[in-house]
């Protein structure tokens, strides 16, 4: 370990001890950095809808979990054979840090990457127990233990509740706009359901130059969020029907890019039938394992184009993320707007329930 004394730390975090039971704040042991990690001292964490999938046991059943994932803090000690990274570096982090390995990476498509890196050290309570952090990161924690590559240096000058919410939730939509929509100037763009990633897609399709962005949702209060993030028309889809309505503003055609950020079999559907012949649907949403979806085989051939789905926005963190922040800095990304408010350590099980009401797009602790 480079950096600082050799010792263990004991800090705040919040975790996930049992199946469906309230989040506890309580002491986390975080060791030293060993090879190819690196120690985060944490400023911000957003509160994610995967969060409280761990903390429901929707994603598995290695209790406890360390919670938060979206996370940008400063590092403060590198273990051994990490370089481009050191102490006092400001950074995000990243739950896809890139093997460079593996068949995806050496294709030269590491946005697919199957192998990729998180911390080897486990972090414990103060009993021993080892803790399973959310998505290989553990952010709502005073530090955290991950891979060096799970870092990515940006511009200090940005606030840590802005910058981390590019380690998910408005990455994965900004993404799936810029990477895997591959929006372009001129494009008409739909995107249906606009919580934090959705409204993320119609920044991004602002940010690529799409010249009608109509965003759909059943809640006229994100509709009002995607207008102010870049929404040039909006449709309540409990009132009108979205696809007709999305052809209508789009001269009959429907949209060039239509982007479902709901994850649902129905708005999946809507998707497919608003986008124009040759259009592209991305499924940027997250579907449940019992999700079924029903589509006529002649319509799926007869429609053309391009059916994919966003894993994390097709992300590269090290390419991206400080474009990003450089974007926001010269004031053309208003990640800031996604920040609803800024909460304690010990909020985080009050924010879980504004998420479910639909109250926020973010709610962000900071540290
Ligand atoms: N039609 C249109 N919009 C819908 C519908 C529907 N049938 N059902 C729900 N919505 C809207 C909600 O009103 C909400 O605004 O979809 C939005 C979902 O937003 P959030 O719950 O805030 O979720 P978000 O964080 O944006 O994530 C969206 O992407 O990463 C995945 O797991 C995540 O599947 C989830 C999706
Ligand atoms: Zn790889
Ligand atoms: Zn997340």
């Not at 209060?221 to 040039?232: N, Q, V, Y």
Request: charged residues 20%.
């Amino acid at each position: 370990m480079k950096g600082m004394d050799s010792m263990a730390h004991e800090v705040k975090g919040v975790i996930a001890r049992s199946k469906g039971a309230p989040v506890e704040l309580t002491t986390v042991v975080v060791p030293d950095p060993g090879l190819g990690e690196a120690l985060v001292r944490i400023q911000a964490c957003g509160v994610c809808h995967t969060d409280l999938h761990y903390r429901e046991g929707g994603i598995g059943e290695d209790f406890p979990y360390l919670l938060g994932h979206e996370a940008a803090g400063v590092v403060e000690a590198v273990g051994e054979g990490v370089s481009g990274l050191e102490a006092g570096d400001f950074v995000i982090l990243n739950w896809r840090a890139v093997c460079g390995q593996c068949r995806a990476c050496r294709r030269g498509r590491p946005w697919y990457c199957f192998s990729t890196h998180n911390a080897t050290q486990k972090m414990t309570l103060t009993d021993g127990t080892n803790l399973s952090p959310a998505l290989g990161i553990g952010a709502f924690a005073e530090k955290t233990l991950v891979a060096a590559g799970q870092c990515t240096k940006v511009s200090s000058q940005v606030k840590p509740e802005v910058a981390g919410l590019l380690g998910c939730g408005v990455m994965a939509g900004l993404g799936a706009a810029l990477n895997t929509g591959q929006v372009g100037r001129g494009d008409s763009v739909a995107v249906i359901g606009c919580g934090g990633v959705g409204c993320a897609a119609v920044l991004g399709a602002r940010l690529a130059g799409a010249s009608k962005i109509i965003a759909v949702d059943i809640d006229d209060r994100k509709l009002a969020w995607a207008r102010e993030l870049g929404a040039t028309d909006t449709v309540n889809s409990r009132e009108t029907d979205p696809v007709e309505q999305i052809r209508a503003l789009t001269g009959d055609n429907g949209a060039d890019v239509v982007i479902e950020a709901v994850g649902r079999p129905e708005t999946y559907t809507q998707a497919f039938y608003a986008r124009d012949l040759a259009g592209t649907v991305v499924l940027v949403g997250v579907p449940t394992p019992d999700m079924r979806l029903e589509l006529p085989l002649l319509d799926v051939f007869g429609r053309g184009g391009a059916l994919k789905s966003s894993w994390y926005g097709d992300c590269l963190p090290d390419r991206d993320f400080p474009m990003l922040t450089d974007l926001h800095l010269a004031g053309r990304l208003p990640l800031e707007k996604f920040v609803s408010e800024t909460i304690a350590l010990d909020a985080v099980e009050e924010a879980f329930a504004k998420m479910q009401r639909g109250e926020v797009l973010r709610s962000v602790v900071t540290l």
